[in-house]
């Protein structure tokens, strides 16, 4: 589709993502200069006004249709126009709708709104969803659905489901988690016995109070999330044969063991170490230190988070664990092992020569450190500043610079953490432990990928599981979208999809990125330099999915399906091997707690190679893989609208990289594989059958004679039974052609309708002759009526002088020829003014004739208030008579009085004359 000047458009602005506006100007080389603007009541919610200039075709998206920016269907798929930039589009005007779940094909994408008290999504709404069917189909999409209508399938197909979350820190996994959860639990409770509802509400209840210890173990505040879970978890829902919740368990994958020990600027470590730090036990457990004087715990300049109380939550984990089956004694054991972390890494060490000594003014942690572990505190120190070598079969004891003693001494605790940190969830799987039959729900609450600044070894691996996940969800969506296309008898042989595959090959097969770190590691003298040389030796120039830049010494690049991502390879080594030497073990395992012993593993014999950390995630991937593939997968994707972390706030690129690496963009990329835009047969009719009109009645008829006309290829148009199937560059082509077509009929439209205001310009102006001349007659009656006023004034006047001569002379007679006079003058002006009367009735129902029957309102109007002229014109006229008729017959009887009374004077005279 052409791109022309002044045309809407979305456009791809590098500050704020996909922004609707116009194209400004159309630059040399094929660039484009675009600036935000509304399209009528169409806007881009949040965005701020600018101009982008040196743009390329493909950075801006023409809209034709500009009716099309109101669609903002409850499934994105729907959208008639299918395109990253509609996509971002409708979210972010039903983000503003606070309307904050949508679907795009089976994914449910759910932004954090950050406040709770969106109406509609209230837990009081619950029972709206729960009395719906088998299908959620009446209510808005939600967490709530994606479990009701995961539910259902597992109950109708006797088959297993899982619900994938994902999504950054932040964005609401976990909240999801437990949505999800609370209505897995109030579904499976709607029917059965009391007793049943009752064992349900229990398993529910131990569940729930699972969640502040994990969270307490496996969660920290970072920059993004003041709640961050910092491990992947996957929970295994267990219904028996009736749909009955009866139990779960939990697997955990790959803590991040950094943040034992230390943590970035404006973050924390994990909770534990805070609520031991400020629990009511601080004494007990030798850590009621000031806050500010922790190492591990003000690595990140942060001590406490907004409305959260250490102490509080403290005795919260307490009583969890206690309600999860986990005893008193254990509940003690449990702190001490964090307790003697903590007091462990406030130990630092000095160099002594080539070897090195613990400072003596930490000397003092140690000892606190052995007392609560209960473990020797001289063997202690020994192992964290030597260790043993074995050079021609002979162990040699070698010490250990201040920076290897450091190494040696967090290996300890992150290994003493994770196992902790194990131990807890399978205390709490043993809580929900029951064995039935019946089908499971998994729900995956796994991190992110993620890019920052500094890309290590833990975002290598956490990206490597979302680019396995998408990879999985690529194949399963692709194959739905297809299975759809052959129902509607659409041929997809030719169809390709977007594979990740070869770059799952590049990260995990035989020398792969994986590999070649575990042979690495496996040498006596590997090195983290060792280890770029042969990923770059391998891979460079032979896969499209790596690269190396020449002036990153450390660095190499892995172009994953959500984004190029540069890994610092320093460190990778060690991480990888997170080697803690059995002497440190068999220290650990001599402690006098039971739970503190058995924390680490008992050192065994090597045989051949030792499994690393990478080995070891790849394994319990592949696991994860094998359960997720044998379920039927649902997916909720979380999203953080802005990173300030407030409501109402909207930031278009991380919106549009969290889409990207959540895998929704990759939806669209799916569908434009294959054919992206689906019209139904009318609604393919409403748009184009200006290109050749045909029945209505016959609308796949119809259909079939507009896409034979435009002559496309069936690789990028096909009639399906009940739609149109297209890629965009036939739609566009449809769309160029209806505008040429339009642009012929336009000029016949506008000829007639220059007729047509012609004619009536006309019939205005002819009306407006005849008011001119209704008012005139109009004018006239007014001003007979006037003169007639002047003429009964002067009659009266002329009334009076004859009543004052005839009472002066006494001549009755010159009275009676006055009435008579007055009589006919009055019957004269009478006569007169209907006379006029009638001439302009007649005038006006001429003129009423002549007018056509379809003149408009306006014309009725006037007429309707000329008519009420005159009829009020005859009402004052009837007044006005009625006065003088009243004002006559009060005359006749001042004169028949003054008659009675000459005649009474006669009498009197005659009387007079004749005494």
């Given at each position: ?305 907004p409305d959260v109380d250490d102490g509080k939550d403290y005795a919260d984990c307490c009583q969890a664990m206690l309600d999860v089956g986990i005893k008193e004694e254990e509940v003690d054991q449990i702190w001490r092992a964090v307790a003697g972390i903590l007091l462990l890494l406030q130990v630092t060490f000095d160099p002594a020569g080539e070897a090195s000594c613990v400072t003596p003014a930490t ?553």
């Amino acid at each position: 589709m052409s791109i022309t000047k002044d045309a809407v458009c979305f456009y791809k602005s590098p500050k704020q993502s996909w922004v609707l506006g116009v194209v400004e100007s159309v630059d040399p080389k094929d660039t484009y200069t675009c600036k935000y603007q509304k399209c009528g009541e169409y806007s881009t919610k949040g965005a701020a006004a600018e101009s982008v200039s040196k743009l390329k075709a493909d950075d801006v998206f023409v809209v034709t249709d500009t009716s099309l920016l109101g669609q903002i269907p409850d499934d994105l798929l729907m959208l008639t126009l299918l395109h990253e930039s509609t996509l971002m589009h409708a979210l972010n005007q039903r983000y503003f709708l606070d309307t904050i779940y949508t679907c795009i094909g089976p994914i449910v994408v759910a932004f954090n709104p950050f406040k709770y008290t969106i109406p509609w999504y209230m837990d009081d709404q619950m029972p709206k969803y729960l009395e719906e069917g088998h299908v959620i189909k009446k209510n808005k999409p939600h967490s709530w659905s994606v479990a009701h209508n995961t539910y259902y399938e597992m109950m109708d197909n006797r088959q297993d489901q899982c619900v994938l979350v994902s999504g950054e820190s932040g964005a609401g996994k976990t909240v999801a988690v437990k949505i999800v959860m609370k209505y897995l639990g109030a579904i499976s409770c709607l029917k059965g016995t009391e007793e049943q509802k009752a064992a349900g509400q229990a398993v529910g209840f131990k569940l729930a109070q699972a969640s502040p210890i994990l969270e307490a173990f496996g969660n920290g505040k970072t920059t993004r999330n003041d709640n961050s879970s910092r491990f992947g978890k996957f929970m295994k829902v267990q219904f028996n044969s009736d749909g009955f919740l009866v139990g779960a368990h939990t697997t955990k994958y790959l803590l991040e063991k950094s943040r034992i020990t230390t943590c970035g600027p404006n973050e924390r470590c994990y909770h534990a170490f805070y609520l031991v730090a400020c629990g009511k036990d601080n004494k007990k457990y030798g850590v009621d230190l000031p806050m500010k004087d922790w190492i591990s715990l003000n690595a990140g300049g942060c001590l406490t988070v907004p409305d959260v109380d250490d102490g509080k939550d403290y005795a919260d984990c307490c009583q969890a664990m206690l309600d999860v089956g986990i005893k008193e004694e254990e509940v003690d054991q449990i702190w001490r092992a964090v307790a003697g972390i903590l007091l462990l890494l406030q130990v630092t060490f000095d160099p002594a020569g080539e070897a090195s000594c613990v400072t003596p003014a930490t000397k003092g942690f140690i000892q606190k450190a052995v007392d609560i572990w209960g473990v020797d505190a001289a063997t202690l120190e020994k192992q964290m500043l030597t260790t043993e070598m074995v050079i021609g079969g002979s162990k040699v004891t070698k010490e250990l610079n201040p920076v290897q003693a450091k190494d040696s001494r967090d290996a300890l605790v992150k290994a003493l953490y994770d196992e902790l940190f194990s131990w807890l969830v399978m205390k709490c799987n043993e809580s929900g432990a029951v064995e039935c039959a019946g089908n499971f729900i998994g729900l995956l609450d796994i991190f992110g990928f993620e890019d920052f600044e500094k890309n290590s070894y833990e975002q290598l691996c956490i990206n490597l599981a979302n680019e396995t996940l998408q990879g999985h969800y690529n194949n399963f969506i692709f194959n739905k979208d297809m299975e759809e296309c052959r129902a509607e008898g659409v041929d997809v042989t030719s169809v390709e999809f977007p594979d990740n595959t070869p770059c799952l090959q590049m990260m995990t097969a035989k020398l792969g990125v994986l590999s070649l770190l575990d042979d690495e590691c496996s040498k006596g003298k590997g090195s983290d330099e060792g280890f770029l040389g042969a990923v770059v030796t391998q891979w460079k120039g032979k896969s499209p999915f790596f690269d190396k830049k020449q002036l990153a010494k450390w660095e190499f690049i892995i172009k994953h399906y959500a984004g190029d991502v540069s890994y610092d390879v320093q460190g990778f080594l060690d991480k990888n091997r997170d080697t803690l030497k059995d002497d440190m073990k068999v220290l650990m395992r001599s402690s006098s707690h039971p739970l503190i012993a058995i924390l680490l593993p008992e050192p065994v014999e090597k045989v051949g190679k030792k499994l690393t950390v990478g080995g070891m995630f790849k394994e319990s991937l592949g696991q994860l893989m094998a359960v997720i593939n044998s379920t039927n997968p649902h997916w909720i994707r979380c999203i953080k609208p802005h990173p300030a972390k407030k409501p109402g706030m909207w930031d278009g690129v991380e919106v549009n990289g969290q889409l990207s690496s959540s895998g929704v963009i990759g939806t669209v990329k799916v569908r434009k594989a294959g054919y992206p835009i689906r019209l139904p047969f009318l609604d393919f009719l409403k748009r184009f059958r200006l290109l050749k009109p045909g029945p209505l009645s016959d609308a796949e008829g119809t259909c079939r004679g507009i896409i034979d006309q435009m002559k496309f290829d069936p690789k990028v148009v096909q009639v399906g039974t009940t739609r149109i199937f297209m890629k965009n560059e036939p739609y566009s082509a449809l769309e160029d052609a209806i505008a040429e077509a339009s642009a012929k009929y336009v000029l016949v439209l506008q000829a007639y309708l220059l007729a047509q205001i012609a004619q009536r310009d006309a019939r205005e102006r002819e009306y407006e002759g005849s008011k001119v001349q209704l008012k005139e007659g109009l004018k006239a009656s007014i001003q007979l009526l006037s003169e007639e006023g002047k003429g009964r004034r002067g009659v009266f006047a002329e009334e009076q002088e004859a009543w004052a001569a005839l009472e002066a002379q006494g001549a009755a007679a010159k009275l009676e020829n006055l009435v008579v006079m007055e009589t006919a003058e009055r019957g004269a002006i009478r006569d007169e003014h209907h006379a006029l009367m009638q001439q302009l009735t007649e005038q006006e129902e001429e003129e009423r004739g002549t007018v056509e029957a379809r003149r408009l309102a306006a014309e009725k109007e006037a007429r309707e208030r000329l008519l009420a002229a005159i009829a009020s014109f005859d009402e004052d006229e009837d007044s006005a008579r009625t006065a003088i008729a009243d004002e006559e017959d009060e005359r006749w009887l001042k004169l028949e009085r003054t008659a009675h009374a000459e005649q009474a004077a006669r009498d009197e005279l005659r009387e007079e004359e004749a005494d």
